[in-house]
């Protein structure tokens, strides 16, 4: 025997499991966008942006321009699909543009 006990478990799966019972991968996924926001949109768009903030898979977007706000509307579908590929995985599925 090595002298582990059963009981022991990769870090990953317990981080993952306190994640989970927790609910903190919502939290952790509006925060990696947040990060990212400039990567996603560009300096122009992340430059305007004046709120984001994520709330049940829906991205509520601020915008301090009104023209870039009405250029973003009508971009939705495009926006939504970026962030998808960006982080390889469905963890937007609509966008709030306000």
């Known amino acids: 025997m ?6 022991e478990k990769p ?3 317990v981080i993952e499991a306190m994640m989970k019972r927790y609910r903190l991968q919502p939290k952790m996924t509006e925060m990696d966008i947040i990060n990212r926001w400039e990567e996603i949109v560009g300096h122009l768009v992340y430059k305007h942006t004046s709120e984001l903030k994520m709330l049940n898979k829906t991205l509520y977007v601020k915008f301090d ?3 870039l706000k009405n250029e973003m509307f009508l971009q939705k579908d495009l926006l939504l699909k970026r962030i998808n590929e960006t982080f390889q995985s469905p963890v937007i599925e609509k966008i709030f543009i306000g």
């Open 2 to 7: 090595d002298g582990k006990s059963n009981k």
């Open 65 to 67: 321009n009104a023209p």
């Open 11 to 13: 870090i990953g799966s």
